[in-house]
């Protein structure tokens, strides 16, 4: 079995940042891509993702904003969330690839951390 805990979120005023952190552990030999997506009412989006070779991918709208980052040892990404908007309110999901010991490759998702942008 694989988890996933997420933490970093909260209430944030506009302009301020924002740090969340994404453990994955369990039955792991490998993930591939960890990233992150985020639900607001009515409108799923990928946020940023990481391959484990180190590319990295960015949604439009958080482009120059954001930096998702990785530690392979530690099976963690980082999500660096600046000048943060009231349209980052979201729940915030990591998401992990993984490949367990088993040689089974499924996806795996946190609980989600809330990030609420607002004065």
């Known amino acids: 079995q694989v988890q996933l805990v997420e933490s970093g979120g909260g209430l944030v005023q506009p302009g301020g940042s924002l740090r969340l952190s994404c453990a994955a552990s369990?039955?792991?030999?490998?993930?591939?891509?960890m990233g992150w997506y985020r639900q607001a009412p009515g409108k799923r989006e990928l946020v940023a993702t990481f391959?484990?070779?180190?590319?990295?991918n960015y949604a439009d709208s958080v482009k120059g904003r954001f930096t998702i980052s990785r530690d392979n040892a530690k099976n963690t990404v980082y999500l660096q969330m600046n000048s943060l908007k009231p349209e980052d309110t979201a729940l915030y999901y990591c998401?992990?690839?993984?490949?367990?010991?088993?040689?089974?490759?499924?996806?795996?998702w946190g609980q989600g951390t809330q990030v609420t942008v607002s004065s």
């Open positions: 998401y992990a690839d993984v490949t367990t010991n088993l040689g089974y490759r499924n996806p795996y």
């Open positions: 369990g039955s792991i030999f490998s993930i591939y891509v």
């Open positions: 391959t484990y070779g180190g590319s990295t």
